[in-house]
């Protein structure tokens, strides 16, 4: 008997090296379980994918019952990280308060692969707690509704298997620096550029008597940041600009703060010290 795979669940994201979600987890939840043990189909994981599959015979036929019945199966993501939503383009609320949800209609003709966004899911507040293994949290539901559960596999064995993707962009910031103004005035920047081209510092009007700050025009994608190449300037009085020799340090995740200007929302903030 040959095994063959009929359903495939994949992630996207950017931010990591992967290029998947490395804190996702699917779970069926215990009837889609035994559902899919009790109709001869086989589930696991590999390398962070999500497969279904079931044996065939030497014609090339599925070993499956019933041969058609709608059914859906159902799925709960799950996560280790709670902090996902720091670098995940997605809803901010935690997720003791709410959970993306996915319910699909598989309809004849339907092409795959499925893109499944988490920005376009569902949010369903004030969810049911539920148990999974020990360290997961419940990030969400999938249910995948087939008509012809039958055909469908018989369908995905010779076509290939149907792939569904859930995916996030990676999340972007304001980039913000600030200069200590407590060190040598002729080291003082009055530019910072952006040589690279994805953005550009402007000074923002800030009373502090500390610091003054420098913010990016635009929101820069976490994935992004490497590539940044911020230089500071001093501009003098003849409008002639000098690069200052010291290293501008480059943001990252653990440089989240508010933002020192009204709204206080959250921003990359590094410090400039001279």
Not at 43 to 63: K, L, M, N, Y
Not at 67 to 85: E, M
Not at 93 to 113: A, E, M, R, V, W
Request: net charge negative.
């Amino acid at each position: 008997m040959k095994i063959v795979p009929w359903l495939v669940i994949d992630s996207k994201h950017s931010f990591y090296r992967s290029g998947k979600m490395d804190f996702l987890e699917i779970f069926p939840s215990n009837s889609t379980q035994d559902w899919l043990k009790n109709h001869r189909n086989y589930f696991r994981t590999v390398d962070q994918t999500f497969i279904i599959s079931c044996g065939v015979d030497s014609d090339g036929i599925p070993e499956i019952e019933p041969q058609n019945q709608p059914y859906s199966l159902h799925f709960y993501l799950g996560t280790k990280d709670v902090n996902f939503a720091l670098f995940t383009d997605c809803n901010d609320k935690p997720l003791h308060s709410h959970s993306f949800h996915f319910n699909l209609d598989l309809n004849p003709g339907l092409q795959t692969p499925i893109s499944l966004n988490l920005k376009d899911a569902e949010h369903i507040e004030e969810v049911k707690p539920i148990s999974l293994p020990s360290g997961f949290f419940k990030l969400g539901e999938l249910r995948i509704n087939i008509p012809s559960f039958g055909d469908f596999v018989k369908s995905n064995v010779v076509k290939g298997p149907s792939t569904f993707i859930i995916e996030s962009a990676a999340k972007s910031y304001q980039l913000i620096f600030a200069v200590n103004k407590l060190g040598n005035p002729e080291l003082m920047p009055t530019e910072i550029i952006e040589e690279s081209g994805f953005t550009t510092f402007n000074p923002i009007d800030v009373d502090n008597s500390t610091h003054a700050f420098f913010a990016s025009q635009s929101e820069i994608s976490i994935d992004k940041l490497n590539a940044l190449e911020c230089v500071s300037y001093r501009v003098h009085d003849n409008n002639s600009r000098t690069k200052l020799k010291c290293r501008v340090p480059k943001f990252g995740l653990s440089n989240i703060s508010k933002s020192p200007s009204y709204p206080h929302s959250p921003v990359l903030l590094q410090e400039i010290k001279y």
